[in-house]
């Protein structure tokens, strides 16, 4: 079995334990296996054995965005000006969003809205090994009421059966989760549509 050893000046695991200065990170079959200090875990001359020294550097667990737009390019434009681009460049805005998020070290992000099937789509690519990229967990369409916000990704739905049927085909079409979004004018008796969301999938 091949085995890669990363060599760093410290380590912080996430646990809430102190910092490993001089510390070495086991990797078997694309999991951590072990860390600790380096003498420790240094191995003997092993060819199946793959070594990256890293100091003096330091190594951390992932980041996670929890709210992103992979889809919109953040390039100074409006909705209203975004929501002119085909999903096509939609796609290629999230290719470029996801690049980036990995390269900051992010390695999980959750995409909190996305028109039609882009986001499904995104996540798809990456499953597929299209490119690297961090972990996606995708809403799809943010449900709303028509002229609500979001409402361009289109998954408006008005009235309790209609959000019924949202969820359900965001369900269908294998959602991580749910999102709704309201209008800036909503009030307490649009907010009280929303409850048939949370138990429509039931």
């Not at 060599?7 to 860390?35: F, H, M, N, S, W």
Request: proline share 5%.
């Amino acid at each position: 079995m091949q085995a890669t050893v990363l060599y760093c000046a410290g380590l912080v695991d996430g646990t809430g334990q102190a910092p490993l200065r001089d510390a070495a990170l086991r990797i078997e079959d694309g999991r951590v296996k072990a860390v600790g200090p380096i003498e420790a875990y240094r191995p003997e001359a092993d060819r199946e054995t793959i070594e990256h020294d890293f100091r003096p550097h330091w190594i951390t667990p992932g980041l996670i965005d929890e709210h992103t737009h992979l889809s919109l390019a953040g390039d100074g434009r409006s909705y209203e000006e975004m929501d002119e681009d085909p999903d096509e460049l939609l796609i290629l805005a999230g290719v470029q969003n996801l690049r980036r998020h990995l390269a900051a070290g992010v390695t999980t992000v959750r995409n909190n809205g996305a028109r039609n099937r882009v986001g499904f789509l995104l996540r798809e690519g990456v499953k597929r090994g299209y490119l690297p990229a961090p972990r996606m967990l995708v809403c799809g369409r943010p449900i709303t009421c028509t002229g609500g916000h979001m409402h361009w990704c289109n998954g408006v739905a008005d009235g309790e059966m209609e959000i019924r049927r949202a969820v359900r085909r965001l369900v269908h079409e294998g959602a991580d989760l749910l999102r709704r979004v309201e209008g800036r004018e909503s009030d307490d008796r649009i907010a009280g549509l929303w409850k048939p969301q949370r138990d429509a999938h039931h």
